[in-house]
């Protein structure tokens, strides 16, 4: 069910939401997205140019924290606006790595009925993506 307007303040809290990834993750992601870049999968290769480990994708990254406001829009066709900068990498070692995402409701557009939300999101306690926000329409 998607969001009411009516319902929705500036301030209004999301997450924060845990969101696991491990190798078979960067696996099919990188199958999916046809992107098979090494440093995704191959922790030998990641390693030897200079990377503590394979890392997580980017776009994966940015898909993974893009849930949370998807989830609680009630609809990921409600993001009509996402965009971020990424600012760390995510290091997935074999045993996995977590993504962390909370998010903020900044402001409210009364005329489109639209909300905006600063994400935040971390992995080992580092901030992985920056300027991180989504417009959602709302009902």
């Known amino acids: 069910m998607a969001r009411a307007f009516a319902s929705v303040s500036v301030g209004e809290e999301l ?6 990834v491990g190798r078979g993750t960067l696996v099919d992601y990188a199958n999916a997205s046809l992107d098979q870049n090494p440093i995704h999968q191959d922790e030998g290769f990641a390693k030897s140019v200079g990377l503590p480990d394979v890392i997580a994708h980017g776009m994966w990254t940015m898909g993974a924290a893009a849930t949370l406001v998807s989830d609680w829009a ?4 409600r993001v009509v606006e996402y965009g971020t900068r990424f600012t760390a990498m ?3 070692p074999l045993d996995g790595a977590e ?4 998010g903020v409701v900044k402001s409210l557009d009364e005329a489109t009925k639209r909300a905006t939300v600063e994400l935040t999101a971390t992995a080992a306690g580092q901030k992985v993506l920056g300027r991180c926000t989504a417009v959602v329409q709302l009902d």
């Open 99 to 102: 993504l962390e995402v909370s």
């Open 15 to 20: 997450g924060p939401k845990t969101m696991p």
């Open 90 to 92: 995510v290091v997935v």
């Open 74 to 77: 009630g609809d990921a066709g």
